[in-house]
């Protein structure tokens, strides 16, 4: 069955950078547009970015913005997100999750399938 | 930002009962074009990602029960289970593609009484 599956939990140091991964199988990894959110421990969900798989496109939330980048390896069928400048505060869980149509307009679509997700804690 | 708030916070409803969340959100999220809101609804189990369960407002995604409908438009929603199962125990969420960014509400609690 269709499936997101994540690369395993991070530690990392303030100011340092984590990139994790998200390997989609069972289904045209080009087809569907991916998004990221992360959850901070016992908070909702936030989301992070998506990237258009298919032609590298991507659109990203602005409190973000400088500090992420989605990108994506089509001939391994995987998506990377990549935050830097960590901080505490951005230690949570970070999910990958892929649009639910084919057909939404670029980035505007609900998500059907998620990742587990991947910890990331930042700690000195 | 768009912003959405769920209401109640949390919630406790007895085995059979009916439960209903409502998520409002700060401006219209219907597109005219296409008569279609754009807002989703997710359900998250303790240690698990979300589950999608309803898009486009009212669209029940494939395999959830039909004990799960969802209604409203423009900039008030409701989740509604008609018949709370021991199962659904969990925190919905609320969930705008309108605008960017992407933005959830804070969650609702749905316990058993």
């Known amino acids: 069955q269709v499936q997101l599956v994540q690369s395993g939990a991070e530690v990392k140091k303030p100011g340092a950078s984590v990139k994790v991964s998200c390997k989609a199988s069972?289904?045209?990894?080009?087809?569907?547009?991916m998004h990221w959110v992360r959850q901070a421990p016992g908070q909702s969900l936030e989301w992070m970015g998506w990237?258009?798989?298919?032609?590298?496109?991507?659109k990203y939330s602005q409190r973000f913005q400088g500090r992420v980048t989605i990108t994506r390896d089509t001939s391994a069928s995987t998506a990377y997100m990549e935050l830097s400048s960590l901080r505490s505060e951005d230690t949570a869980v970070y999910y990958c999750?892929?649009?639910?149509?084919?057909?939404?307009?670029?980035?505007?679509?609900?998500?059907?399938?998620w990742g587990k997700g991947t910890t990331v804690t930042v700690s000195s | 930002d768009i912003v959405l708030t769920q209401s109640p916070d949390s919630l406790a409803v007895s085995l059979g009962e009916r439960a209903t969340i409502n998520c409002k959100s700060s401006?219209?999220?219907?597109?005219?074009?296409?008569?279609?809101?754009?807002l989703a609804w997710y359900q998250q189990k303790p240690g698990q990602p979300p589950k999608l369960l309803i898009y486009?407002?009212?669209t029940r995604d494939s395999g959830v029960p039909d004990r799960f409908s969802g209604s409203g438009s423009e900039t008030d929603f409701t989740l509604t289970i008609s018949s709370l199962q021991a199962e659904d125990v969990a925190v919905y969420y609320c969930?705008?593609?309108?605008?960017?960014?992407?933005?959830f509400g804070q969650g609702t609690k749905v316990e058993i009484k």
């Open positions: 999750a892929r649009d639910g149509s084919t057909s939404c307009y670029p980035g505007s679509c609900y998500m059907d399938v």
């Open positions: 069972e289904y045209t990894f080009t087809d569907y547009g």
């Open positions: 990237i258009n798989t298919g032609n590298g496109n991507t």
């Open positions: 401006q219209t999220i219907l597109y005219s074009s296409n008569n279609k809101n754009y």
């Open positions: 486009w407002a009212s």
């Open positions: 969930q705008q593609y309108y605008g960017t960014p992407r933005t």
